[in-house]
């Protein structure tokens, strides 16, 4: 297959570097001019699992992708407040068969999708992957994951078995999910209790864990997301989304790291997915005439919080 990564950050690195290695042509397109000149000069450097590997993979700036370049395959993996732009950016790529695979965290990034991609070319899913960016060029790999997708056009759960099936061939992992949304649901309660609260406490999950407050504070918020979910026609096991989001205070297991938005804030000092995980469920509870109080309240706080650094 010919695949484009367009976001080609630390999980777009990842996701190209091993489809290249399973066979497949792979074009890499980001935005951030010195990544792209660092890995078209050097290659892709990555620590995969411990190994120094050097990947030589095209790539190419997003507001360079021409009517020429032909993909059969585009898989998403901006930051979902750069989604809109890349799309805009790589619009003569996106022929009527092209297939396009949203991975991102957060919700609703099908809405932004629709305005540039058919329906019933584009699939959305949830990855367990990881992946870290150390600087331009310099990407470290670790560990195992696993992919679940489904398509939203109707009659393409076939294809979207074929996709899955294909990228699995490449070490990923992949399944069909017949309930993607639920798993994507599932996944941000994670991402909106562990994320945002880290962030704002200045703490890690292990951290956050050993705060009297933890408990009430997650299971707010999930039950904030359950009520909007459920307006959606999913409906989240509550228990075990809280179980399962708690489970991230082991400090066994990953209770030790700090979540991607304060690595992305507090020291790298870029904006956030805030408005795509507790804000997407802010702005849902208002269409819906659901209140979500602990959602909004933290997603006003990340925004302080990014203002107060002087993020941009
Ligand atoms: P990333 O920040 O590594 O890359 C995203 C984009 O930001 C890329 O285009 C990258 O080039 C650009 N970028 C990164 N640092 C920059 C800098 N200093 N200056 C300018 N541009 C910069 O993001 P990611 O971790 O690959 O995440 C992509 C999506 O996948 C997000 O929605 C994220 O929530 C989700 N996700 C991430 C992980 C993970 O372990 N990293 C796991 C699962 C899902």
Request: charged share 20%; glycine share 10%; with cysteine.
């Amino acid at each position: 297959m010919r695949i484009a990564i367009a976001g080609a950050g630390a999980m777009g690195s990842r996701f190209g570097l091993m489809l290249q290695q399973g066979g497949n042509e792979v074009l890499l397109i980001d935005g951030w001019a010195e990544h792209v000149q660092q890995i078209q000069e050097h290659g892709l450097r990555a620590n995969y699992n411990g190994k120094e590997v050097v990947a030589h993979l095209p790539i190419l700036l997003q507001s360079e992708v021409g009517e020429s370049d032909q993909v059969d395959l585009i898989i998403l993996f901006t930051k979902a407040m750069q989604l809109e732009k890349m799309l805009k950016d790589i619009q003569s790529l996106i022929k009527e068969d092209t297939e396009v695979l949203c991975l991102l965290n957060g919700i609703g990034h099908e809405d932004i999708i629709e305005k540039f991609v058919p329906m019933e070319n584009i699939y959305i899913g949830n990855t367990m992957w990881t992946a870290g960016l150390e600087g331009p060029g310099q990407v470290k790999l670790f560990g195992d994951g696993s992919v679940e997708l489904q398509n939203l056009g109707a009659g393409k759960e076939a294809a979207a078995k074929e996709l899955a099936r294909k990228l699995a061939e490449s070490g990923l992992n992949a399944k069909f999910s017949d309930n993607i949304r639920y798993s994507i649901y599932r996944k941000a309660c994670v991402n909106g209790t562990m994320n945002g609260l880290c962030t704002i406490l200045d703490v890690n999950m292990a951290g956050l864990g050993k705060t009297t407050t933890a408990h009430k504070m997650v299971e707010t918020i999930v039950n904030e997301f359950a009520k909007v979910a459920a307006f959606e026609n999913i409906h989240l096991d509550i228990p075990e989304v809280i179980a399962h989001c708690e489970s991230c205070f082991d400090p066994a297991t990953i209770g030790m790291h700090y979540p991607s938005m304060y690595q992305d804030l507090i020291k790298n000092h870029r904006l956030t997915e805030i408005d795509y995980i507790n804000g997407a469920i802010s702005r849902k509870g208002r269409k819906y005439g659901i209140v979500t109080p602990y959602c909004d309240f933290l997603t006003e706080l990340v925004h302080a919080k990014e203002d107060s650094l002087n993020v941009k």
